[in-house]
Each structure stands twice: as structure tokens, then as C-alpha cells.
């Protein structure tokens, strides 16, 4: 029975501990050959690619003529402070992702300013270290602020800065801040988001921004912008 304009669309997610990328190739095109959408995302230990080139050789594995026959393309995010890294295929299909602010390095299987161009949403680590990342995600909307700071410890001193490095400030529409410690002054950030909506921020964290508003141009920002506030 012949069935026109139908065709068979599969997509594959796995995360399972990492074999070879030519090893992959073999699996998808023998046992999935009717395959055109490919999610993978790999977790596994620094100890498996410890240097910069094993996690070379282990991108150039994921080169072979298959993907690039398909334009599927890898990458490996790494952070020191981590005990794994990933490794996962562009574009990202789910839209966001989850980075550390330093230290964290994004090496991919495809020279392309454009490839984040999809994400949208960024859940951004903050610790405090002085290294900047080596990525730039144009189109972050949305950002969530997740502190591992402790209490007491010096905040770096250009932490803002260096997330405007990240992101777009003029284009988010919604920031969270997750957990309890963040500079004062973060509320700072709103006189470079005027597209800003929604703030979404913990109740001990907002007690401890509350000098900032005894800043007028702050005050006039934080009303004026702000539609949806949840405070938790």
C-alpha cells in the first residue's frame, strides 16, 4: 500500500555513557535509517577526556561523513569545577540551556557564530572566579540567576559585566534569581533591561536589595517595567 505525502519522522534522545562517535554513526545509519531528527545528549566524567585533546579527539569522532550528510552537529561543555561534562547535539532543540558563568568552555564540531541562535533561556551558575566563558547567546529572553555564592564571601567585582558578556540585557523579558545570597545593588541590572517584565526573586534576597530603593531612577525602573513580580 503506497501512502503519499507521509513520511516517517523519528527522534532519538539518549543519555547513557559515551561510546565512539563513529560507533554511533554505525548504530544510527544501520538500525535507524529512516532517522532526520537527532537529539543526543551525553553525561560522563572528566577523568574520560581530561585534557583539551581528548576532548578533541573525541569531537572529531563525531565528524564522520554520516552527520555531516545529516548537518548534525556536536558539542562538549566544559567546567573545571564539574565533575562531567556534556556532550550534545545543535541546534539545542529544547531552546535552553545550563552554564556556569566562569570557567566554562564551549567546543564545538561547527565554526558558527549563529548555532545558539535558538536558545532563549539560560539557567546561568554564579560563582566567583575571574575567567570569562567563551560563548555569546544573542536571544536570551529569559534568565535564570542561580547564586553559589556563600554568605559573607566577596562578590566579583564586575560579576554584572561579565553576564552582559553572555547575554543581551536589552533583550530579556524575565529574570530569577535563585538562591540566597546576590550582590545589593543587583537590582542595578534594571536600568539595562528596558524590555524587562517579570522578576522573579527569593524574599531574603529582595530584603537585602532594599536599599537600592532609596534610588529614585530605580524605583521608577522596577515600577514602571515590572508586570509580573513573584517574590518566594
Same mark, same amino acid.
Given at each position: 500500500?503506497?501512502?503519499? /505525502?507521509?513520511?516517517?519522522? &523519528?527522534?532519538?534522545?539518549?543519555?547513557?555513557?559515551?561510546? =565512539? /562517535?563513529?560507533?554511533?554513526?554505525?548504530? *544510527?545509519?544501520?538500525?535507524?535509517? $529512516?532517522?532526520?531528527? !537527532?537529539?543526543?545528549?551525553?553525561?560522563?566524567?572528566?577523568?574520560?577526556?581530561?585534557?583539551?585533546?581528548?576532548?578533541?579527539?573525541?569531537?572529531?569522532? &563525531?565528524?564522520? =561523513?554520516? &552527520?555531516?550528510?545529516?548537518?548534525?552537529?556536536?558539542?562538549?561543555?566544559?567546567?573545571?569545577?564539574?565533575?562531567?561534562? @556534556?556532550?550534545?547535539? !545543535?541546534?539545542?532543540?529544547?531552546?535552553?540551556?545550563?552554564?556556569?558563568?566562569?570557567? #566554562?568552555?564551549? $567546543?564545538?564540531?561547527?565554526?558558527?557564530?549563529?548555532?545558539?541562535?535558538?536558545?532563549?533561556?539560560?539557567?546561568?551558575?554564579?560563582?566567583?572566579?575571574?575567567?570569562?566563558?567563551?560563548?555569546?547567546?544573542?536571544?536570551?529572553?529569559?534568565?535564570?540567576?542561580?547564586? $553559589?555564592?556563600? $554568605?559573607?564571601?566577596?562578590?566579583?567585582?564586575? !560579576? &554584572?559585566?561579565?553576564?552582559?558578556?553572555?547575554? %543581551?540585557?536589552? %533583550?530579556?523579558?524575565?529574570? @530569577?534569581?535563585? /538562591?540566597?545570597?546576590?550582590?545589593?545593588?543587583?537590582?542595578? +541590572?534594571?536600568?539595562?533591561?528596558?524590555? !524587562?517584565? =517579570? *522578576?522573579?526573586?527569593? *524574599?531574603?534576597?529582595?530584603?537585602?536589595?532594599?536599599?537600592? +530603593? #532609596?534610588?529614585?531612577?530605580?524605583?521608577?525602573?522596577?515600577?514602571?517595567?515590572? %508586570?509580573?513580580?513573584?517574590?518566594?
Amino acid at each position: 500500500m503506497q501512502m503519499v /505525502g507521509f513520511y516517517f519522522q &523519528f527522534v532519538f534522545f539518549v543519555v547513557i555513557l559515551i561510546f =565512539s /562517535g563513529k560507533q554511533w554513526s554505525t548504530v *544510527l545509519s544501520t538500525k535507524f535509517p $529512516e532517522l532526520i531528527n !537527532l537529539q543526543l545528549h551525553i553525561t560522563f566524567l572528566q577523568e574520560d577526556a581530561p585534557t583539551p585533546d581528548h576532548r578533541l579527539q573525541l569531537l572529531k569522532a &563525531f565528524q564522520t =561523513s554520516y &552527520f555531516r550528510y545529516h548537518k548534525w552537529y556536536f558539542a562538549i561543555i566544559h567546567c573545571p569545577s564539574m565533575t562531567n561534562l @556534556e556532550l550534545f547535539s !545543535l541546534p539545542i532543540i529544547d531552546n535552553k540551556i545550563y552554564f556556569n558563568l566562569y570557567h #566554562t568552555k564551549i $567546543e564545538t564540531t561547527i565554526i558558527d557564530k549563529n548555532i545558539f541562535q535558538n536558545i532563549n533561556q539560560l539557567s546561568l551558575f554564579l560563582t566567583n572566579s575571574n575567567e570569562n566563558s567563551n560563548v555569546f547567546f544573542p536571544n536570551i529572553k529569559n534568565l535564570k540567576l542561580i547564586s $553559589e555564592f556563600q $554568605e559573607f564571601e566577596i562578590y566579583p567585582k564586575n !560579576l &554584572f559585566v561579565n553576564i552582559s558578556y553572555l547575554v %543581551k540585557f536589552s %533583550k530579556l523579558k524575565s529574570i @530569577e534569581f535563585i /538562591g540566597r545570597n546576590f550582590p545589593s545593588t543587583s537590582l542595578v +541590572l534594571l536600568d539595562y533591561t528596558p524590555n !524587562l517584565q =517579570s *522578576l522573579i526573586i527569593p *524574599l531574603n534576597s529582595f530584603i537585602k536589595m532594599t536599599k537600592i +530603593l #532609596t534610588d529614585e531612577n530605580i524605583c521608577y525602573r522596577l515600577t514602571t517595567l515590572i %508586570k509580573h513580580l513573584t517574590i518566594t
